[in-house]
């Protein structure tokens, strides 16, 4: 394997990484604000602004990381 290919292949690693990353903070931000939605689990007093608006935050966070895994593959060779 050559030294460009071996760089290649971390490169595609490192955007493996990111996009699972991404995946993982959308999913898990996501999951409350949704089943509070669906079910409402969660007491009365607790401030629906700050569980929706933290859930919007892992999915733009989550978005960053994908496109961030896409510059990292841009750099392919």
């Excluded at 604000?33 to 919007?56: C, E, R």
Aim: net charge neutral.
């Amino acid at each position: 394997m050559t030294e460009g290919e071996r760089r290649n292949e971390r490169r595609k690693l490192v955007a493996n990484w990111f996009n699972t990353v991404a995946t993982a903070i959308m999913t898990v931000g996501s999951f409350v604000p949704l089943a509070q939605f669906v079910y409402g689990i969660l007491p009365a007093n607790v401030d629906l602004l700050l569980v929706y608006g933290s859930g919007l935050i892992c999915v733009g966070c989550g978005t960053l990381l994908h496109l961030m895994g896409h510059m990292v593959l841009g750099g392919l060779e």
